[in-house]
């Protein structure tokens, strides 16, 4: 089995109850409302975009894969947040590489919520899921994946991904090891709170989003 490691995740706070920060080997699922965080936090990881980062200073020493399906990827941030880790833009972008699942054509997303509502879609889901563990497991790579969820008026809250939405809290929690919950604070405060993991602790963290990324 590979060695498990933990990339920081820029804030202090956070990598505490996270026993380190983002862990290899296992699936993290980050949810919460919009704005919260979410994707703030894998442009940094992509600090796994430490890619050029060394392990003692909390690097995943690797490459970064992103699929991104709603097109929030930003190689601005990533040079942006790369300068307060004194790290060579160019060298962090060559190492991460980019699928970008997005498609603006309305008739595919209409596609995609239709398809969402069949059951093969549901063990396409499963199957997705169970080749990532696969994924994190045998190659060692840390696997972040991220849901936007609304607040109802009642407090509970709903997946806002179309496929999530119809078929996917189970399949999520089931296949997820480490699920996260994010939520806004005071002005650039955010809060992430520890929901599920097999040996994390209840807990939560208060961060910041700055122009370098996520911090204390
Ligand atoms: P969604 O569900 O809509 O995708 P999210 O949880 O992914 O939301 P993020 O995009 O991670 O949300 O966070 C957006 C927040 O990050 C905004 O509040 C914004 O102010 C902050 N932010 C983004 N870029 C910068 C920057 N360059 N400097 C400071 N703050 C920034
Ligand atoms: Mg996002």
Redesign the pocket.
Known sequence: RLKIIQITSGSRELDKILEGGIETGSITE?Y??????????IHLPSKCLSCCFILPEGGGEGKALYIDA?N?FRPQ?LL?IAERFGLNGEDVLENIAYAGAYNTDHQSKFLLVEASMMVETRLALMIFFRSLQKIADEFGVAVVI?N?VVAQVDGSAVF?GPQIKRTGGNIMSHATTRRLS?R?GRG?ERICKVISATCLAEAEARFQ???QGVTD
């Open positions: 980050l919460g409302e919009f704005c919260s965080g979410k994707t703030q936090l709603e929030t941030r942006q991220t936007q806002a994010f806004k650039e989003i700055s122009a």
